[in-house]
C-alpha cells in the first residue's frame, strides 16, 4: 500500500495564482484532512471531510476550498494565493473519527511570492 | 487557541540518556496522541491513550495521563541517534483537532 500520498512535492506560486493541491489515500479510510503547519509551529487544520461528498471547515479555512468528489481523493484549492498562505501543506486520513489515529502524507512545500 | 502545548520547546540529550516530554491541554479529551515528525517529512503516530488509562507503553515509549491536571508526558527510554525529531501531542474532535507546537529532541551520538 502507497499509504497517503501528495502531490506536487513543492511548488512556487505568484500572489493571486490559483492551484490544487491532491491527496490520495489506499486504505479506504473515511476521514480526511487537510493542514498547514508554519516555521516552529504546529499543524494547525483548515478543512477535513468525513466521507465521500462531505467537506467542513476546521480552525483555518479561509483562503481555501476542498472537495471530496471520491472517497480515496481530498482536493485542496486555493483560489487566489497570498503569501501568508506560504507554508507546508499536510494531508492525513483515519479509519474513523472517533479515535482519530491518522496517517500522514510526505507535504506539498508551497511558497507564494 | 492550541488545544496542546508542549513543553520543553527543545531538548538536546546523549545517546542512551531518557528523554521526557510534556503536553498539557484545556478541555475535556476522549483520547490522546503522540506523533513523531523527522525533518521535512510528515507526521506519524506513535501511541494513544484513551482518557479512562493512565498509563501506556509501546516499547521503548511510556505514555501517562492526568486528566485532573489535563496534562500528558511521553518517555523515551534508552534513546537513540534515530530519535532526534519533533515530537507533537494531539487531542480534540475533528473540527476542533489541534496539535501543539512540538517538542523537538536531539539525540547526540
Known amino acids: 500500500n502507497a499509504g497517503v500520498t501528495q502531490t506536487p512535492k513543492f511548488r512556487v506560486l505568484k500572489t493571486g495564482q490559483s492551484m490544487t493541491l491532491l491527496c490520495a489515500q489506499d486504505?479506504?479510510?473515511?476521514?480526511m484532512y487537510w493542514y498547514r503547519q508554519d516555521p516552529g509551529m504546529g499543524l494547525r487544520l483548515i478543512h477535513y471531510?468525513?466521507?465521500?461528498?462531505?467537506?467542513a471547515k476546521g480552525e483555518v479555512p479561509d483562503g481555501y476550498n476542498v472537495s471530496r468528489l471520491k472517497k480515496q481523493n481530498f482536493l485542496l484549492g486555493l483560489e487566489s494565493a497570498a503569501p501568508s498562505q506560504t507554508s507546508v501543506y499536510f494531508c492525513?486520513?483515519?479509519?474513523?473519527?472517533?479515535?482519530?489515529?491518522?496517517?500522514f502524507g510526505p507535504g506539498t512545500r508551497l511558497t507564494v511570492t | 487557541s492550541q488545544q496542546g502545548e508542549e513543553d520543553p520547546q527543545a531538548l538536546s540529550i546523549q545517546e542512551g540518556e531518557n528523554a521526557t516530554m510534556n503536553c498539557s491541554y484545556k478541555?475535556?479529551?476522549?483520547?490522546l496522541q503522540w506523533y513523531r515528525q523527522n525533518s521535512g517529512r510528515g507526521l506519524v503516530h506513535l501511541i494513544l491513550i484513551r482518557s479512562n488509562e493512565r498509563e501506556k507503553h509501546s516499547g521503548r515509549l511510556r505514555v501517562t495521563l492526568d486528566t485532573s491536571k489535563k496534562s500528558s508526558s511521553l518517555l523515551i527510554t534508552a534513546s537513540r541517534a534515530a530519535d532526534t525529531a519533533s515530537y507533537f501531542c494531539?487531542?480534540?474532535?475533528?473540527?476542533?483537532?489541534?496539535f501543539g507546537s512540538g517538542t523537538k529532541l536531539n539525540v547526540k551520538p
Open positions: 494531539a487531542t480534540g474532535v475533528p473540527d476542533k483537532f489541534y
Open positions: 478541555t475535556s479529551i476522549n483520547n
Open positions: 492525513a486520513s483515519s479509519p474513523t473519527g472517533e479515535i482519530h489515529e491518522q496517517y
Open positions: 486504505m479506504n479510510h473515511e476521514y
Open positions: 471531510s468525513v466521507g465521500e461528498g462531505t467537506t
